[in-house]
């Protein structure tokens, strides 16, 4: 990651929202205004998912946090895709990334700006 990258990425998690706590992100290194953040309230218990191996800027930018309640466990996931990111690529690495989080016990809510004209004909 370069020094500009890792420099926005401190920057951005270190966004004081009061009560809340930057839990999970992804920060670009080679394009600028781009990843994804999440801030969770301090009320809450989290576990961090690292879903870095499946993000490629542009195509498929993600983050994760675990969420365990006295009656549910949910993960919470953010994606981004670019209007000009890779639509096949980000088809892959999200069928991947739920195949990895499901089980049955599991809440998943999907939180995304994934770009997608459904105008437009294609196959």
């Known amino acids: 990651m370069s020094y500009r990258a890792s420099h926005e990425c401190i920057k951005y998690s270190h966004i004081n929202i009061e009560g809340y706590t930057a839990g999970a992100q992804f920060c ?19 576990t961090n998912i690292d879903l870095s191996e499946y993000c490629k800027e542009k195509d498929f930018e993600a983050c994760a946090i675990k969420l365990t309640t006295i009656s549910l466990n949910i993960c919470i996931i953010t994606i981004f895709r670019s209007p000009t990111g890779n639509f096949n ?7 991947k990334v739920l195949q990895l989080l499901y089980t049955p016990a599991l809440h998943i809510i999907i939180c995304r700006d994934i770009n997608i004209n459904y105008l437009a004909e294609n196959e």
Not at 28 to 46: C, D, P, Q, S
Not at 89 to 95: I, R, S, T
Request: proline share 0%.
């Open 28 to 46: 670009r290194a080679l394009h600028e205004k781009g990843g994804v953040i999440m801030y969770i309230h301090n009320n809450l218990t989290f």
């Open 89 to 95: 690529y980000f088809l892959q690495n999200l069928d």
